[in-house]
């Protein structure tokens, strides 16, 4: 393994930087990440989130090496093996902190959805708990979905895999909504993925989507009136009613989470943060394992009603509907990359046009070129009208290392 | 502000009342108002008027109103009230919002990811929920059934005045009862070991206690029901591996009551005709 010079893949800025470093963990290749922020005057090299990130990777692994520069532009980072929560390596009571500090923008879905497609090839469970002053359990205006969206979307799209979803967890154990200026919460997340496999099985998504039967949803508003629920259910309902019947959306209060006030005359002191409101809305199709989702919340600054943020996620649902395929933009990565490190056989998914078209999956596409995958195989669906593109993804067999037998 | 605000509208007020006191002042109402008399008077003793005449009157009717407002001093004010009464209807159908059902709510909000296909069970007995009684199924019915038996047969425990639920003290209550209709020799309610001074004490408050209610209610006229003897012996009585068939065996002898005699002996006859054979089946037996 050691090397005395390990081949580094190089990339630059810090686009998709969690899936490079989830790849390169699955994958075992050493890289080399420069010019992160480096124009930028004021936030030059990592950002708080991406620190917070790699401290979990290097938690949730054994062996790996991270070496980041001075301004923070330069980062090289040598993956070790993936333990996940084990007694004595970082994990205490089954269970790894990650602690994030109050500066982070990003929902605490940015962590978790990389984390989950690491966590099926550890060799033990995977615990983490997700505490601190910086954890936002909403969807937040940086793009993140909310944690519902990852537990009531993103989860279910492991069972596929041969994934036991029975065996996966995501405790929430305090909402929060992002803090004044977008920053930080209080929020306490727990992520239990007990299910690990050898090899995910190969998937075939090639058929058609199906008709949206019924959309679940949560409606939650942390330490602002109840009443927000009910009137963002309301008027989703409003524009969803005639399209689908069967529409039942949870209302979800909290109280606003207590934190440190960090105030230096008094250290004991507690304020409350994190106060908001938002949406999240998932459409179940009549195929098995298609889901849509739509997350918005109401900006940190407010100023925006809880009809405005319900009517809102209602089209932003009927946009995600109208993309098509049998995965939308946020399960994509997650889909493809479990699709790629299966077996070496041939799965099918169906995208949406708008859905491959993304800078997102086409950057996904070539990272995992980069990593060693195979190319993908794209063509249009000739057995219905739509305007869908089926990708063909071959698996490389890497699968875990860390299950593997002789 | 807020005082001044508070002054107007009582004034505002106010002026509405003057308004309607002039109304009912005014000549051209009074007058209208003994047309109708006189009309209504017209029409009882002869045949009603032309119904054109009515719907000539009503026009009228409605400008004086209107007159009166104008005339009076604070037709300003009174103005100013008619623009801002404004009738906002906040419609909010919170009722409309048709909420999960308790099972499914716990699942979807549970930490686990939803399963795809959530099944929802058929029958739910709870009060809260909605039971679906248009369900006839057999499985339904039997359970219809079951809680129907179960309340006649239980319902007396809810007459009493300390706790007319069935729970807490009650539901041990009914669950004896459920267990000596399946057969129960024992109640769990009965402790089955005590001092036996402490037993006797409690049979002997529970005597003295019968006696007084049947002593009152005899003292009231009240009939009650049967006093309950004590459960006489009947059948034969189960003699342990060994022991004699007939009699008591002790002190190492076989001691005989006279009615084990009468009963070996079998029935007396008198002396009559049939005297030999009876005595001949009667010795017969002696002899076994």
């Known amino acids: ?406 | 502000m807020a005082p001044t605000l508070g002054k107007r509208k009582r004034r505002t007020a106010e002026a509405t009342e003057d308004n309607r006191e002039d109304d009912g002042e005014g000549s051209a109402s009074l007058e209208l108002d003994a047309q109708e008399i006189f009309r209504r008077h017209f029409e009882a003793q002869f045949k009603p008027l032309p119904v054109v005449q009515k719907t000539v009157k009503e026009p009228e009717e409605a400008p004086p109103e209107d007159e009166s407002e104008e005339d009076s001093e604070w037709d300003g004010i009174s103005e100013e009230e008619e623009t801002t009464v404004q009738v906002v209807e906040h419609v909010d159908a919170h009722s409309q919002i048709a909420a999960m059902s308790k099972e499914e709510l716990k699942v979807f909000m549970s930490s686990k990811p939803p399963t795809a296909h959530a099944k929802q069970p058929l029958i739910r007995n709870k009060a809260g929920t909605a039971t679906e009684d248009d369900d006839a199924s057999e499985a339904a019915n039997l359970k219809k059934d079951l809680a129907l038996q179960r309340l006649l047969a239980e319902s007396h425990l809810l007459d009493s005045a300390t706790n007319p639920t069935l729970s807490g003290n009650n539901r041990h209550k009914a669950t004896d009862l459920r267990l000596q209709a399946l057969g129960s020799k024992i109640s769990i309610l009965k402790q089955e070991k005590m001092p036996m001074s402490h037993r006797k004490g409690i049979i002997a408050k529970q005597n003295e206690r019968e006696e007084k209610r049947r002593k009152e209610a005899k003292e009231n006229g009240i009939i009650l029901e049967k006093a309950k003897s004590a459960k006489k012996f009947e059948g034969k009585r189960d003699r342990g591996v060994g022991a004699p068939a007939v009699g008591r065996f002790s002190g190492g002898t076989l001691k005989l009551s006279k009615k084990d005699i009468m009963e070996i002996e079998g029935p007396r006859r008198s002396a009559s005709g049939r005297g030999g054979r009876g005595g001949g089946r009667g010795r017969g037996k002696r002899g076994r």
């Open chain 1, 1 to 406: 393994m050691a090397a005395p010079h390990p081949e580094y893949l190089r990339f630059t800025t810090h686009r998709s930087l969690t899936h490079r470093l989830v790849l390169s963990t699955l994958t075992g290749r050493p890289v080399h990440i420069s010019q992160i922020r480096s124009s930028s005057p004021t936030q030059t090299g990592l950002a708080p989130h991406e620190i917070s990130f790699l401290r979990l990777l290097e938690s949730i692994t054994n062996g790996s090496s991270i070496q980041i520069s001075y301004t923070g532009t330069t980062l090289t980072y040598s993956p070790g093996l993936i333990t996940g929560s084990v007694e004595g390596l970082g994990a205490s009571g089954g269970v790894v902190k990650c602690i994030l500090p109050e500066t982070i923008r990003r929902g605490v879905s940015w962590f978790l959805i990389p984390l989950c497609i690491l966590a099926p090839f550890s060799k033990a469970p995977v615990n983490v708990r997700f505490e601190g002053d910086g954890v936002i359990t909403s969807a937040t205006e940086t793009g993140d979905i909310s944690v519902d969206s990852v537990r009531t979307a993103i989860l279910p799209l492991y069972e596929k895999f041969g994934i036991l979803s029975s065996k996966l967890e995501l405790r929430v154990l305090q909402r929060s909504c992002a803090g004044p200026g977008g920053k930080g919460g209080g929020g306490i997340v727990e992520l239990r993925f007990g299910s690990q496999v050898r090899l995910p099985k190969t998937v075939h998504m090639n058929r058609s989507p199906g008709r949206v039967r019924r959309i679940r949803g949560v409606a939650y508003s942390t330490g602002v009136s109840a009443s927000n629920n009910a009137r963002m259910i309301h008027t989703a309902r409003g524009i969803l009613n005639p399209l689908v019947n069967d529409i039942h959306v949870a209302a979800q209060y909290d109280q606003a989470p207590l934190v440190s006030s960090r105030d230096k005359s008094d250290p004991g002191a507690k304020k409350r943060t994190g106060i908001g409101f938002g949406l999240c809305l998932v459409a179940e199709s009549s195929v098995d394992g298609v889901l849509y989702s739509a997350d918005v919340v109401a900006p940190s600054s407010g100023g925006v009603t809880p009809e405005d943020i319900g009517k809102q996620c209602a089209y932003q649902l009927l946009e995600i509907i109208s993309q098509g395929g049998c995965v939308t933009r946020v399960g994509a990565a997650t889909v493809l990359t479990l699709m790629a490190m299966g077996s070496e056989d041939v799965g099918r998914l169906r995208l949406g046009r708008d859905v491959i078209g993304t800078e997102d999956v086409v950057g996904l596409g070539r990272d995992l070129k980069m990593f060693g995958a195979s190319n993908w195989g794209l063509r249009d669906v000739d057995e219905d009208d739509s305007t869908d593109i089926i990708v063909s993804v071959k698996g490389t067999g890497v699968g875990n290392i860390g299950k593997k037998i002789a």
